[in-house]
């Protein structure tokens, strides 16, 4: 249990508002063939969140190339953290392309 504490706060500020945003993404993920609102708080569903779903995917990369070079060149003691960064990036990469690719499928088909 204080491996798991320790870890949450070694996290950062940055990295949990990062994959707060990416899980923010998944739960308002529309339907598949939801047809876009112009209008009114429906717009942030079917237009705002599409946009930004793609643009945390990159974000996500980033920090994952990030926590793997400093893996590579850190320290042998923050190995594991940059490990556990980079499979909690991973994780939410395939969770948001997994609850995404139906919609964009459906937007180019």
């Known amino acids: 249990m204080n491996r798991t504490i320790d870890f949450a706060l070694r996290l950062g500020p940055l990295r949990w508002m990062l994959l707060a945003l990416a899980l923010m993404c998944v739960l308002l993920a529309p339907p598949a063939g939801t047809p876009p609102a112009y209008e009114g708080w429906s717009m942030v569903p079917t237009l ?44 939410s990469i395939l969770l948001l392309a997994v609850t995404w690719t139906p919609y964009f499928l459906a937007l180019t088909g």
């Open 48 to 91: 705002l969140v599409p946009v930004t779903a793609p643009l945390v995917v990159l974000i996500l990369l980033l920090d994952t190339f990030m926590a793997r070079l400093f893996r590579s060149a850190g320290e042998p003691r923050h190995r594991g953290h940059y490990s556990a960064v980079t499979a909690a990036n991973l994780a």
